[in-house]
């Protein structure tokens, strides 16, 4: 069973960082696919920084130049670091990962359970 960890959440003041760390347990083949998402109090889950294969991070436009995402292949694990908060990053933050359970299999999604993320003015 597979199985995705986020921690590194809490309570900060505006201007201060946080780095969230996303485990992978389990038996997985590869991992196609990294995302981490954001959801606002009240609000839909949006993704804020992905990486994909072999190509670079993307990001929203509001986390641009703020937050970085980057993986551990051989751990099977994802940060986000995430600098210069601000009260709109509140909310619960989400790993998101696409991965095959074998050669030629394909993707599953798999989701965690979320970590929360407050910013206080």
């Known amino acids: 069973q597979v199985q995705l960890v986020e921690s590194g959440g809490g309570l900060v003041q505006s201007g201060e960082s946080l780095t969230l760390t996303c485990e992978v347990r389990?038996?997985?083949?590869?991992?196609?696919?990294w995302g981490w998402y954001h959801q606002p109090p009240g609000e839909e889950r949006e993704m804020v920084a992905s990486?994909?294969?072999?190509?670079?991070?993307k990001y929203a436009e509001a986390v641009k130049g703020r937050f970085t995402i980057s993986r551990d292949r051989a751990r099977k694990t994802s940060t986000l670091q995430m600098n210069n908060l601000k009260p709109e990053d509140t909310g619960v933050y989400y790993c998101?990962?696409?991965?095959?359970?074998?050669?030629?299999?394909?993707?599953?999604?798999?989701w965690g359970p979320g970590t929360q993320v407050t910013v206080s003015p």
């Open positions: 990486m994909r294969g072999g190509g670079g991070p």
């Open positions: 389990g038996n997985i083949y590869a991992i196609n696919f």
């Open positions: 998101h990962i696409e991965a095959p359970t074998g050669w030629g299999e394909p993707s599953n999604d798999y």
